[in-house]
T-cell receptor
Framework: EAQVTQNPRYLITVTGKKLTVTCSQN?????MSWYRQDPGLGLRQIYY???????DKGDVPEGYKVSRKEKRNFPLILESPSPNQTSLYFC????????????FGPGTRLTVT | GQNIDQPTEMTATEGAIVQINCTYQ??????LFWYQQHAGEAPTFLSY????GLEEKGRFSSFLSRSKGYSYLLLKELQMKDSASYLC????????????FGGGTRLMVKP
């Protein structure tokens, strides 16, 4: 089944404790991206990647890191999480950038205390 | 940057037609998407417009006017399961390949 998977789905952590949210797609897509979704602010892009070893900042990259060592994986790293990073995170992929539709993962609900 | 505006909430009756508007300001327009998102779930793709005009797909249609910076999503023969948020998103050539989303319109369909 073609899909985007994220792990974990739910995470409660404390300020400053490094964490990684994994994202994987099995559709051989070139383009992958990370979003956060907050009430009243909608979906905001954190980082995106046009292909392996190519990443770019989105609207809200501060406090996040990403890497794209393989085509299928695009992990999101929070080196020192803070409470303002409490949010619902979505990973998405598409065949390429441009006009191709994005397929979203199920979401990761992160709480930082 | 980009500015995308949609109504926050709308209510409609089962079986009726509803139009959800989206206006945007962007320097290098390169396509507009509509996504549907049910509460607690991931967004799913509905439609894509890059040229002016109407794109029809079953009960859903999407319209674009690039000169007016305007799009709408038209939902016909509303069903209860259409209760969801509808997200308008714009891609801008001058912002790399970033996709910027509006805040979404929460649609409630009543019997």
């Amino acid at each position: 089944e073609a899909q985007v998977t994220q792990n974990p789905r739910y995470l409660i952590t404390v300020t400053g404790k490094k964490l990684t949210v994994t994202c994987s797609q099995n559709m051989n897509h070139e383009y992958m991206s990370w979003y956060r979704q907050d009430p009243g602010l909608g979906l905001r892009q954190i980082y995106y990647s046009m292909n392996v070893e190519v990443t770019d900042k989105g609207d809200v990259p501060e406090g996040y890191k990403v890497s794209r060592k393989e085509k299928r994986n695009f992990p999101l790293i929070l080196e020192s999480p803070s409470p303002n990073q409490t949010s619902l995170y979505f990973c998405a992929s598409s065949l390429r950038g441009g006009h191709y539709e994005q397929y979203f993962g199920p979401g990761t609900r992160l709480t930082v205390t | 940057g980009q500015n995308i505006d949609q109504p926050t909430e709308m209510t409609a009756t089962e079986g009726a037609i509803v139009q959800i508007n989206c206006t945007y300001q962007t320097s290098g327009f390169n396509g507009l998407f509509w996504y549907q998102q049910h509460a607690g779930e991931a967004p799913t793709f509905l439609s894509y417009n890059v040229l002016d005009g109407l794109e029809e797909k079953g009960r859903f249609s999407s319209f674009l006017s690039r000169s007016k910076g305007y799009s709408y999503l038209l939902l016909k023969e509303l069903q209860m399961k259409d209760s969801a948020s509808y997200l308008c998103a714009v891609r801008d050539n001058n912002a790399g390949n970033m996709l910027t989303f509006g805040g979404g319109t929460r649609l409630m369909v009543k019997p």
